[in-house]
């Protein structure tokens, strides 16, 4: 079956743009999270959401970063004004429900600032 | 701080012998720990995982051994196959059961010789 999709695959940006990450998590998955992957680290939680509410943002580094899912199904993250830190590979995960159920990974989005 | 740590940046072993990857935690508030595989441009996979309240788990080649008092967790693959070479992540969450927010190590590639 299909699993979580992540558009665009690579994204270049200048410094001080506007980007937009998506994610499609597998159908009927309620949980969706974002982690962020830096070079030569593990994934770093940044939000995840129960239905169409962000149940934890904690991870969020800044406030240009923001999320949303508003239909409890497609999410997409918002980055404004990036920055050459904000360059990692930007991975998204569904579950069933948050709780004991694996988090499922898409192949993440790239994202270059230069 | 790293509350995660995977020591072992990367590791060699022989078809058909024993993996031991290894993982150490300094948050005595995680209390359900995970393994995640990764291949290179795909998104991390879920291998297996444990409770606090057990000290080992297993799944086929797979076993999960927890030593809390150590706080010290590690993955034995028996026996080790081509297909095992990959990026091995552990991680763990607070909260019984809870996967919502995981804190992953550096990661552990491994690397099994033919």
């Known amino acids: 079956g299909a699993g979580v999709s992540q558009t665009p695959s690579n994204k270049v940006t200048e410094k001080g743009k506007y980007v937009e990450l998506r994610c499609d998590p597998i159908?009927?998955?309620?949980?969706l999270y974002w982690y962020r992957q830096s070079l030569g680290q593990g994934p770093e939680f940044l939000i995840y959401f129960q239905g169409t509410g962000a149940a934890d943002d904690s991870g969020l580094p800044n406030d240009r970063f923001f999320a949303v899912r508003p239909e409890g199904s497609v999410s997409t993250l918002k980055i404004q004004r990036t920055e050459r830190g904000d360059s990692a590979v930007y991975l998204c995960?569904?579950?069933?429900?948050?709780?004991?159920?694996?988090?499922?990974f898409g192949n993440g989005t790239r994202l270059t600032v230069t | 701080d790293q509350q995660v740590k995977q020591n072992s940046p990367s590791l060699s072993v022989q078809e058909g012998r024993i993996s031991i990857l290894n993982c150490d935690y300094t948050?005595?508030?995680?209390?359900?720990f995970l393994w995640y595989k990764k291949y290179p441009a795909e998104g991390p996979t879920f291998l297996i995982s444990i409770s606090s309240i057990k000290d080992k788990n297993e799944d086929g080649r797979f076993t999960v051994f927890l030593n809390k008092s150590a706080k010290h967790l590690s993955l034995h693959i028996v026996p080790s196959q081509p297909g095992d070479s990959a990026v091995y992540f552990c991680?763990?969450?607070?909260?019984?059961?809870?996967?919502?927010?995981?804190?992953f190590g550096t990661g552990t590639r491994l690397t099994i010789i033919p």
């Open positions: 159908s009927g998955h309620t949980a």
């Open positions: 948050n005595s508030m995680f209390d359900y």
């Open positions: 995960a569904s579950s069933l429900k948050a709780g004991n159920s694996p988090l499922h």
């Open positions: 991680a763990a969450s607070e909260g019984n059961f809870g996967n919502e927010k995981l804190t």
